[in-house]
């Protein structure tokens, strides 16, 4: 009964609280209201943190628009409000500086790479330009000799008859001759080369057989028969290794190598050792009687010399992965006193030509 009796009391209560409270609300003005609250007592009384501890942030930004936002944003006055000297005063570069591992970032960057490839672009450039010269100086004087000699330039065979060559110009003018019979000038340049390799060997070969001797208690004065007889020895032996080794190898000596030659057989392949060992033995002869023996590099049609018949061997020219070339001016020059083209005569088989 007790209960019954509690439960009208709230209710009546509950009644006449909503009614009140909708007379006041009635008779209350919201703008005469918010007109008496002081907004800054009011903000002082929120505890942020409590308030920002409410705020679901992922709530938050999902309601976000990014495209509306950034749209809203003018880039142009946000820029003019940045104070870009101040912000680079407040940048400590050095402590920036440390922390920037300089060799990796040479290290991925490649710069060591582009250096070592400019640097031998650059001097291969630079070697290909003498060789051109050379083989200018090259046409010019077998050409002339050859008429000298009573024959037309225009017949005279440019390669061996089994080899492949390239043949025109390329977008410089410059004709091509890789494969070509190597002509005087470029041949004896490489003969000087590789002189001054091989006596430059002969001196490390001294002094190095003097240091030992002087060890053992020989000297020069006292035994000066018997070092000159072993240099004389050496010499011959180091000129027929160097020779040998390098026509059956490489197919070219240290001085061809750089001037751009190459030894071939009659069919247009490489030497093989008894062909070398031929070649390097009559070489000392060809030049030493009189150089009787290297008259072939203007007379004979091939450019052989007597050391190249005895090996049956031509000697063409050969840059490696790069076209040898001639000039373009001494190209047009043959062009216009027979052409290119017509230059471009492969050989016989070399084996016949004395």
């Known amino acids: 009964m007790a209960d019954s009796e509690t439960a009208d009391r709230k209710s009546l209560l509950s009644r006449v609280t909503g009614r009140a409270t909708d007379v006041v609300m009635d008779a209350v003005d919201p703008d005469e209201v918010l007109d008496r609250i002081d907004v800054n007592a009011l903000l002082d009384r929120v505890d942020p943190n409590a308030l920002l501890d409410r705020v679901d942030p992922n709530k938050l930004l999902d309601r976000v628009d990014p495209n509306a936002l950034l749209d809203r944003v003018d880039p142009n006055a946000l820029l003019d409000r940045v104070d870009v000297d101040r912000l680079m005063n407040r940048v400590d570069v050095d402590a920036l500086l440390d922390r920037v591992d300089v060799e990796r970032l040479v290290d991925r960057a490649g710069i060591a790479d582009i250096v070592r490839e400019s640097t031998g672009a650059l001097a291969g450039s630079a070697l290909d330009v003498f060789r051109r010269q050379l083989v200018a100086l090259d046409q010019i004087v077998g050409r002339t000799t050859f008429r000298m ?26 004709g091509q001759v890789t494969g070509h019979f190597a002509g005087p000038i470029t041949r004896l340049v490489a003969f000087a080369a590789d002189v001054l390799v ?20 020989y000297s020069l004065d006292e035994h000066g028969a018997v070092y000159g007889t072993l240099a004389l020895l050496t010499f011959g032996t180091l000129v027929l ?27 247009g392949g490489g030497l093989n050792g008894w062909a070398a060992l031929r070649r390097t033995f009559v070489l000392p002869f060809s030049v030493l009687v009189f150089g009787l ?4 590099i203007i007379t004979s049609p091939e450019r052989r010399t007597l050391h190249d018949v005895a090996a049956n061997s031509v000697v063409v020219y050969d840059w490696g992965d790069r076209p040898a070339e001639m000039p373009a001016p001494i190209t047009q020059w043959i062009d216009q006193h ?11 088989d070399v084996s016949d030509d004395g």
Do not use: N
Request: hydrophobic content about 45%.
């Open 149 to 174: 000699i009573g024959r037309d330039p225009k017949t005279r065979p440019q390669f061996p008859a089994d080899l492949e060559v390239p043949s025109g110009t390329d977008e410089g003018g410059r």
């Open 198 to 217: 091989v006596w430059m060997l002969m001196i490390l070969i001294g002094v190095a057989v003097a240091f030992v001797g002087g060890l053992f208690g």
């Open 241 to 267: 290794v160097y020779g040998t080794a390098s026509y059956a190898i490489a197919g070219k000596t240290v001085g061809m190598s750089v001037l751009g030659l190459r030894v071939l057989g009659h069919d």
């Open 293 to 296: 023996g290297c008259i072939g």
């Open 338 to 348: 027979g052409g290119v083209e017509d230059s471009l005569v492969a050989g016989t």
